[in-house]
């Protein structure tokens, strides 16, 4: 292949795309004007056109007054100067979307043969001739205003990348016969499967089998009977190429084929995968698209399903990096809910999607994150019974997370058999029988990988021996077959040994940045070569390794085949990978500043290669933050990556404080995931030991995630509250007004369970009065909404002090609340707390009411927190109307749960007293003895003692009916420990049946002095 110079004189003819742009109307616009006047108006307009040229590297060649004419691939020859050309003239009509000077443009763009002539030269790069800009100089005419159009032979090169729209044949002026043009649309993100841009593939051979079982597949997709196909089998052995071919297919059926790739450092970007699906399939956002033009899609795709709610959109906003700038933090909704709503709404979207066929091509598996790995699981399950197919290809490493869903099914590629082979080699070689031998020993040494037996031919050809004056002799023969390297990635290596320079190492550090390289990042870390660096690129696409990528935002390139950049890494010296590796996480961070959050998790791989721990653990920090918005599981990952990265790093500030925060974030995020206190103390410990030396305030936050683990790790209530008063103790009263309300909702929630009524309720105030000084880092540490967690409080708080009328207007308000949440729990809140008032003011019609909300919810949402929740809703809601059979019976399938899933252990007692309670209702006096008796002591351990304040008044009770006079003497300590603890918790809730049970023993014999 012809290799292109790099700095090519003028006065030569060369392969060009020419772009003419125009003002519409101009000359209507300025028709008053004179010259001078003229031009000041029609100046910005041409630079901002002049502009969005040599941003895609074009030069312009000549300004008319009121246009532009441009050339991309000359003067400098330009690889992949089309589709350069279209994104130039996209970004130009996209500057010209927001012009204030109210022009608007038409662009017409057509690609061919260029002379162009230095003679003429004006100052930007000389004079051009020919047909080619004779005709482009038509195109531009027939676009509309705002419009762009190409003639068919510059939509030839962008090939399946452009979106386009074909607007007919037309004859131009000047030009014979008809020339086909398009209206270009926009560019499809940036293609995915590099077989759609290579010019000429190899003749598809073989495979019917395959493309049977995957058109047998289509048809019941298409009567909805969705299926998933997985294709697993050796590199190279033509997974992509089954899948491109198949696609390709279902294109020219008219049906929509969208395609995700996983990245070799996928586990470094989590989530990529799963957000380009949600960007591209479910949403239909294209690169063009801004922030507004997302979130106007994303609003209407969701409107689809229903209104959609605010805190959906906001979710997605965020998710999808669309969220307006400086908009307000999405309304309490912790992690593990998100990420579930995310994937419930994935869900519902396929679901809906239930009228049009589409497929979804998924690439490379076996590089998947273990993020978007849920999400695809989501996609091909949720697909079951609808007309969206997914096909997905891996190697045989991949383990298959959904191989047991019914929809699934799974084809293994073979290598091609020895007659394709064959056939493949001929078709590469070219029939000259001289060859016959030579082609036999390809077929022999690729063993049936297409992939291999295409690089041992060009490998070949390389050397010269496959040219006519090649020596064919039997020595030479076996002399070659002893040179064929004995596997692809051999074959490959050699190839990239006779590389020259610059291109080598310019490939060696394509190999490091990825397999997709922004140029932006390459000059970056390339500086010094930066004169070649084009030429550079030239040589490596013409070599074939390499291939021009479509992409709005700045060219970019990327590996022709994975194992290329496999081979191209591996074989470098590690000593050598590091300082380069090191060059791309900074350059990245130049390139990605827009988008630092979710590609922190890929600088921070780049730092720890390069051996940099302190910097990859702060990226990594910034990861896990940005994880953990949607995935506590996977943020706590990053947070134990963060430690084992700073682990044997000198001491710092910066590395201390990273240590405290990651130790910080593990106890805060592990109770969600379910973890206690045993497993995540030594982390505690260590951030403690930290933040003790060198930041009071980490101090504070950190006691307060060990209280709250303690306590869900059914640790005793006074233990939470003594943690917190350690925390309060380590601050100046006044001087952190949101800091302190926040301890002090903590504290009210520690009270609380404690029992301690009034002093919960002094805290909650306090919280709620300095609620608002509450800061973003405070808020994104704990992670759900503080407003509706002190609220809640306050109701349930309320409740029980007996302030019944004052606990309603709260639970009103939360109410309000919870409508702009999507977090279940948060939901389930107010009608939890309508429930608990029910319960006092005895209206099994409320309480029916509200639980059937609860149960809404639970159902809506799986989770075994919330089925607690509604297991206890349930009881209270059925006991109010005398059904203690079901509640005794409800309450037992939640004790089971508790104990089993450890979840809401906090509850652990208040079940055991409400199924004491029950068992006497049920007149199972020895039962409600016996669970009363389990109730109190747990309580005590836990030192809640309004459970066990419940307790010890059903166990008394329960005494007396069974033993009637004899039972008072061991029923009245109980009911004076009740009395007791009635008047340290101020639960006047309780005083009610403590005084008629009392009252009780009067009407056995004797009465009883209690004081209450
Ligand atoms: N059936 C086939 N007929 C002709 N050529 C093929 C066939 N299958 C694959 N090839 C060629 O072999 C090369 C490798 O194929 P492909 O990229 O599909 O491999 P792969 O299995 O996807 O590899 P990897 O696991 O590395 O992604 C491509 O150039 C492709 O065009
Ligand atoms: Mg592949």
């Known amino acids: 292949m012809p290799v292109i110079p790099a700095v090519p004189a003028w006065g030569e003819l060369k392969q060009a795309t020419v772009l003419f742009a125009d003002i519409v109307s101009s000359t209507e616009q300025i028709a008053d004007l004179d010259a001078e006047q003229a031009m000041e108006r029609l100046g910005p307009a041409l630079a901002l056109m002049c502009e969005s040229i040599e941003k895609f590297s074009g030069t312009v060649v000549r300004t008319m007054g009121d246009g532009v004419m441009a050339l991309f691939g000359a003067p400098k020859a330009l690889e992949g100067h089309a589709l350069l050309a279209c994104e130039a003239a996209l970004d130009m009509q996209q500057a010209f979307k927001g012009d204030s000077l109210g022009f608007r443009i038409r662009v017409g763009l057509h690609s061919g043969q260029v002379a162009s002539d230095p003679q003429q030269a004006d100052g930007r790069g000389g004079g051009a001739h020919g047909l080619t800009i004779h005709l482009a100089s038509r195109v531009v005419g027939l676009a509309e205003p705002g419009g762009i159009c190409a003639t068919e032979s510059c939509y030839a090169l962008l090939r399946s990348s452009g979106d386009v729209r074909f607007m007919g044949k037309h004859l131009l002026k000047g030009i014979s016969g008809h020339t086909g043009i398009y209206a270009l649309v926009g560019l499809k993100a940036a293609s995915t499967n590099r077989l759609t841009q290579q010019g000429s593939l190899t003749p598809f051979l073989g495979r019917t089998g395959e493309m049977d079982v995957l058109k047998q597949a289509l048809l019941l997709t298409e009567r909805g009977q969705a299926r998933a196909v997985g294709i697993s089998g050796e590199p190279g052995a033509g997974k992509s190429r089954l899948c491109h071919e198949f696609t390709q297919w279902c294109r020219s059926h008219s049906i929509p084929v969208f395609e995700v790739r996983a990245q070799p450092y996928g586990h470094a970007m989590p989530l990529q995968p799963g957000l380009s699906l949600l960007r591209t399939f479910f949403f239909r956002i294209t690169p063009a698209d801004d922030g507004a033009a997302a979130r106007a899609r994303i609003t209407a795709r969701l409107a689809q399903l229903g209104p959609p709610s605010e805190a959906d959109l906001a979710l997605l906003y965020d998710f999808l990096g669309v969220a307006e700038a400086g908009s307000a933090l999405l309304p309490g909704l912790n992690p593990k809910l998100r990420h579930a709503r995310l994937l419930s709404l994935v869900r519902e979207l396929v679901k809906h999607d239930a009228a049009t066929t589409s497929v979804i091509l998924i690439e490379d598996l076996h590089w998947l994150d273990e993020a978007s790995e849920e999400f695809v699981a ?160 030239d040589g490596l696409c013409h070599a074939d390794l390499i291939l021009p990528q479509p992409a709005v935002g700045g060219r970019r390139f990327a590996f022709r085949h994975p194992l290329i950049q496999e081979v191209a890494y ?180 520690a009270y609380a369970w404690a029992g301690l009524l009034e002093q919960a309720l002094a805290a909650n105030t306090a919280a709620m009065q300095g609620m608002s000084a509450i800061d973003r880092f405070d808020r994104e540490w704990i992670g759900f909404s503080v407003e509706h967690w002190v609220l809640g409080m306050r109701a349930r708080l309320l409740t029980r002090l007996g302030r019944l009328g004052d606990a309603e207007e709260c639970l009103q308000q939360l109410l309000v609340l919870g409508q702009s949440s999507n977090d279940p729990v948060i939901m389930q809140f107010a009608h939890f707390g309508y429930i608990d008032l029910a319960w006092c003011r005895q209206s099994a019609s409320i309480a029916q009411e509200h639980y059937a909300h609860v149960e809404e919810i639970a159902a809506k949402h799986e989770g075994p927190y919330l089925r607690v929740f509604a297991l206890s809703c349930r009881a209270t809601t059925v006991s109010i109307a005398g059904d203690f059979v079901t509640a005794a019976s409800t309450l037992t399938d939640a004790l089971a749960l508790v104990r089993g899933a450890k979840v809401a252990m906090e509850y652990e007692t208040e079940i055991l007293a409400s199924l004491a309670e029950c068992y006497r209702q049920l007149g199972q006096a020895d039962r409600a003895v016996e669970l009363g008796g389990e109730a109190i002591a747990l309580a005590r351990r836990r030192s809640t003692r309004l459970p066990e304040c419940r307790a010890l008044i059903t166990s008394a009770a329960a005494l007396l009916d069974k033993h009637g006079l004899i039972g008072v003497a061991q029923a009245k300590p109980l009911f004076a420990m009740a009395a007791e603890l009635v008047r340290l918790t101020g639960a006047t809730i309780y005083e009610e049946s403590l005084q008629r049970e009392c009252a009780r023993i009067q009407t056995l014999g004797k009465p009883v002095e209690v004081s209450a």
């Open 570 to 749: 591996s074989t470098q010296l590690k000593v050598r990978r590091g300082p380069l590796h090191c060059a791309v996480a900074l350059a990245m961070e130049v390139y990605y500043r827009d988008q630092l959050d979710e590609y922190a998790a890929l600088i921070a791989y780049h730092y720890e290669s390069a051996g940099q721990h302190v910097d990859a653990a702060h990226h990594s920090s910034r990861a896990a933050q940005w994880v953990g918005a949607t995935n506590s599981a996977l943020a706590i990952k990053h947070w134990h990556k963060v430690r084992s990265l700073l682990q044997g790093q000198a001491r710092s500030a910066r590395a201390d404080s990273l240590r405290v925060r990651a130790g910080g974030q593990i106890a805060v995020l592990g109770w969600r995931e379910g973890l206690v206190l045993q497993e995540v103390q030594p982390f505690i410990d260590e951030a403690k030991a930290l933040a003790g030396e060198m930041d009071g305030r980490l101090m504070q936050l950190l006691l307060m995630a060990e209280g709250r683990m303690l306590q869900a790790s059914g640790g005793p209530a006074d233990g939470y509250v003594d943690l917190l008063r350690q925390a309060q103790f380590l601050m100046e009263p006044g001087a952190d007004p949101g800091r302190e309300a926040m301890i002090n909702a903590a504290l009210s929630q």
């Open 378 to 537: 989501t996609l091909v399950e949720a697909a079951a019974a609808t007309q969206t197919m997914v096909v997905l290809n891996f190697r045989p490493s991949y383990r298959l997370p959904w191989a047991q869903f019914d929809n699934f099914q799974k084809v293994e590629l073979d290598q091609l058999s020895g007659s394709e082979i064959e056939h493949l080699v001929r078709s590469l070689i070219g029939p000259r029988e001289e060859l016959r031998e030579m082609c036999r020993l390809v077929v022999k040494r690729s063993g049936g990988n297409p992939f291999f037996a295409e690089e041992l031919v060009r490998s070949l050809a390389d050397g010269g021996f496959l040219a006519e004056e090649a020596d064919l002799s039997a020595e030479a023969l076996q002399a070659i077959e002893r040179s064929l390297p004995p596997t692809v990635q051999a074959v490959i290596g050699a190839r990239l040994d006779r590389l020259g320079e610059p291109e080598k190492t310019l490939l060696q550090m394509c190999a490091i940045i990825g397999k997709e390289i922004p140029l932006a990042v390459l000059e970056h870390m390339a500086s010094p070569l930066a004169s070649v660096i084009e030429k550079g690129l």
